[in-house]
C-alpha cells in the first residue's frame, strides 16, 4: 500500500509531506483548493505524461516521491526482480521518484535506479488504482477485466496451466516453421557440402603434406643440378687428377722436411692436418649425397600433379593452400551436424497437433469457467449498481470465444455497461460518464475486493450525481472496502466525509504575490467543523455543527459495530 508521499514545487503546492496509513483516507476541500494536485502527483509518480505546466511558478523543478510497502505483493515483487530494480536492504519496500523540469523535461526512478515512465506504469499496475476523471483508470482496459474476472472466480491456477501449455505449444510451432522455412535452403546447402566433402576427402591430403611436397618437389625438379654440382665439388675436394685433399697432404709432408725446432711451426702443422681431417670428412658426405640424389621423373610427376590438384582445390574455396586441410575438417564437422541434428518435421508436426489439441481442451474448460463466473459477477455488480443509485444500468460480462491462440486462453472478455433503459449495453469507455464510471468502478471492486491483487484503490468524486441515503451507501461501502486494503477518496459529500477512518483537509491560501495549497490531518474537533462546512456552507450554525458532529458519531459506532 501506499505509505508515503512527497510533493515538492507541484502547481501551487511548495512542499507537503504525507505518511499515509491504510484504512480509508477521505480529502475533502473547498473547490479550486487543490484537491486533484494529489491525484496529479500519485499519477506522474506511476508514469503518466510531464509537462512544463505541472512545475510551480518560479521554481527550477517539481519532484514527486512515493513510497509503496509490498510486502503482500508478490506480482510487484516479481516484476522488479525480472527489471533488477530491486532494494536489497529494503526489499518489502519500493520507493518511485519522479522529477519534471520547468523545460517539461523528466527523468524517474525506482529503488532508486533511473527508469522510464513507460517501466513506472507497468510497476504501477501492480501498486495503485485510480478510479475517476483521470486517464489512470485501469477498468478501461479490456486486458483488466479478464483478470478480474479469473480473479473473482478463482481461476489464476487454471490460466497459469493454460500459460504453460501456450508457451509449449508456441515454441514447437516456432520450431517447426523454421524447419519448414530452412528445409529447401538445408538440403540445398546439404547437397553442397556432400559434394564438397566427397571431393576434399578423395584427395585425401594429410596435416603437413603439402610442406613435404613442396620441399620434395624442389628437390627432385634440382636433382640433375645438384648431381652435376656435387661432383665437381667433389673433385675440387678429392679428384683423381688433383684436389684439396691431395695438396693438403703434400703440404704436410713438406713442412715436416723443414729443419726447425720452433713451436710455431708445430701450431701450423696441426691445423694443416685438421683441415685434411675436415676435407676427407666433407669428401665422404658429398660423395654420400650424390650416391642418393637420384633422378626419378615418373615421382617429380606425381608430386608436380598432387601439389597441382591441392592448389586448384584450394582456388575453388578461396582460400589459400596452408588452409585446405583445416577447411576439409570443418565441412565434414558441419556436415556431420546437419545430418545428425533435428530434421524430423512430422515429428514435430504431429507434437505440434498434440499440443493444438490440448490447448484447446483446456481453453474450453477455462471458457466454461469464465461463463459459470460470469454470470455471478453480473448479479452481483448490478446488485451493487442498483444500492448505488444506478438501478436502470445492466452491466454484463461479455465473453466471446476466437480462434487466436494467447496465454490466458481464447476468450476475448469485455465489461460491457447500459445506463438506460432499452439501450444495448457497450464497452464502459463509450456510454459510461466520468460520475457513472465512477460508481461502476466501485461497485466492482467491491465485488472483486476479496481477489483482487492492488491494495490500494483511490476514487476521485464518486459521489458526483448522488446525495441523501445513495451517497451514505457509497461511504458504507467505501469503508467496508477499505478494511481489506487502503482506500483514498476524493469527495464533496459529507455522508462520504464522515465514513473515513482518517480525514486530510486541503485548502488554498493567497497573498498578492504567492498561492499555495496546504494538506492536513484534522483531528475531531476539526473533522465536525469540515463536515458541517459541507452540510451547510460558510456560515456554520450550532444545529449544522451538530449534525455534522452526530454523522461522525454514528460512523464511529456502525464502524465499531
Not at 510497476?123 to 483488466?144: A, M, N, Y
Not at 708445430?266 to 650424390?290: C, H, K, P, W
Not at 514435430?348 to 499440443?355: G, P
Request: contains cysteine; glycine residues 6%.
Amino acid at each position: 500500500m501506499l505509505t508515503y508521499l512527497a510533493i515538492t514545487n507541484l502547481a501551487i503546492v511548495e512542499h507537503l509531506e504525507l505518511d499515509l496509513p491504510p484504512g480509508m483516507t477521505v480529502i475533502t476541500g473547498e473547490t479550486g483548493a487543490g484537491k486533484s494536485i494529489l491525484l496529479d502527483a500519485l499519477g506522474l509518480a506511476l508514469g503518466d505524461r510531464a509537462d512544463a505546466d505541472s512545475v510551480r511558478h518560479g521554481a527550477a523543478k517539481a519532484e514527486i516521491h512515493a513510497h509503496f510497502d509490498i510486502t503482500v505483493l508478490p506480482q510487484a515483487k516479481s516484476w522488479l526482480e525480472d527489471q533488477e530494480l530491486t532494494d536489497d536492504e529494503h526489499e518489502c519496500e519500493c520507493v518511485l521518484r519522479r522529477v519534471i523540469h520547468a523545460n517539461g523535461r523528466s527523468k524517474a526512478w525506482i529503488n532508486g535506479q533511473p527508469c522510464s515512465a513507460q517501466q513506472l506504469k507497468q510497476l504501477g499496475s501492480h501498486l495503485i488504482d485510480i478510479h475517476g476523471q483521470h486517464e489512470h483508470q485501469s477498468l478501461l482496459r479490456k486486458e483488466t477485466h479478464l483478470v478480474l474476472l479469473d480473479e473473482f472466480g478463482h481461476l489464476t491456477k487454471n490460466v497459469e496451466q493454460q500459460r504453460v501449455i501456450y508457451k509449449e505449444w508456441q515454441q514447437v510451432r516456432k520450431q517447426l516453421e523454421q524447419l519448414k522455412t530452412q528445409d529447401s535452403e538445408q538440403q540445398a546447402r546439404l547437397e553442397l557440402l556432400r559434394y564438397q566433402v566427397e571431393e576434399l576427402e578423395q584427395l585425401g591430403l594429410q596435416e603437413g603434406e603439402l610442406q613435404e611436397l613442396e620441399n620434395e618437389q624442389q628437390e627432385l625438379a634440382n636433382a640433375e643440378t645438384l648431381i652435376s654440382e656435387g661432383q665437381a665439388t667433389l673433385d675440387l675436394c678429392d679428384g683423381d687428377d688433383g684436389g684439396a685433399r691431395q695438396a693438403l697432404n703434400y703440404a704436410c709432408q713438406r713442412l715436416t722436411q723443414i729443419p726447425s725446432q720452433d713451436p710455431r711451426l708445430t701450431d701450423i702443422g696441426q691445423m694443416l692436418n685438421d683441415a685434411l681431417i675436415q676435407v676427407e670428412e666433407a669428401s665422404r658426405e658429398l660423395s654420400f649425397f650424390i650416391e642418393h640424389c637420384e633422378l626419378d621423373p615418373e615421382r617429380l610427376q606425381f608430386v608436380e600433379d598432387r601439389l597441382s590438384a591441392v592448389y586448384q582445390l584450394a582456388r575453388k574455396h578461396h582460400i589459400t593452400p596452408e588452409e585446405l586441410y583445416s577447411h576439409s575438417l570443418a565441412l565434414r564437422e558441419e556436415l556431420d551436424n546437419i545430418e545428425s541434428g533435428p530434421q524430423n518435421i512430422d515429428q514435430l508436426a504431429e507434437q505440434l497437433d498434440t499440443l493444438t489439441t490440448q490447448y484447446r481442451e483446456h481453453a474450453a474448460q477455462l471458457n466454461q469457467k469464465r461463463q459459470q463466473f460470469g454470470q455471478k459477477l453480473n448479479k452481483k455488480i448490478n446488485e451493487q449498481l442498483a444500492q448505488l443509485g444506478m438501478s436502470n444500468a445492466r452491466f454484463e460480462v461479455s465473453i466471446k470465444s476466437t480462434e487466436q491462440f494467447q496465454p490466458t486462453g481464447t476468450d476475448d472478455v469485455e465489461f460491457l455497461i447500459s445506463t438506460n433503459p432499452g439501450q444495448p449495453a457497450k464497452p464502459m469507455i463509450k456510454i459510461a460518464s466520468g460520475g457513472e464510471l465512477s460508481r461502476i468502478s466501485l461497485a466492482i471492486q467491491v465485488v472483486t475486493a476479496q481477489t483482487s491483487t492492488i491494495p490500494t484503490l483511490v476514487f476521485d468524486e464518486v459521489d458526483v450525481g448522488i446525495s441523501g441515503g445513495t451517497a451514505e451507501i457509497v461511504g458504507k461501502l467505501l469503508h467496508n472496502l477499505a478494511k481489506k486494503g487502503q482506500i483514498l477518496s476524493v469527495t464533496h459529500l459529507p455522508q462520504v466525509a464522515a465514513q473515513g477512518d482518517q480525514h486530510l483537509h486541503i485548502s488554498k491560501h493567497s497573498t498578492k504575490d504567492n498561492t499555495k495549497s496546504q494538506m492536513n490531518w484534522l483531528a475531531d474537533q476539526d473533522r465536525t467543523t469540515e463536515l458541517a462546512r459541507m452540510l451547510g456552507g460558510v456560515d456554520l450554525t450550532e444545529q449544522t455543527l451538530a449534525h455534522a458532529a452526530e454523522m461522525l458519531e454514528i460512523s464511529r459506532q456502525k464502524a465499531e459495530a
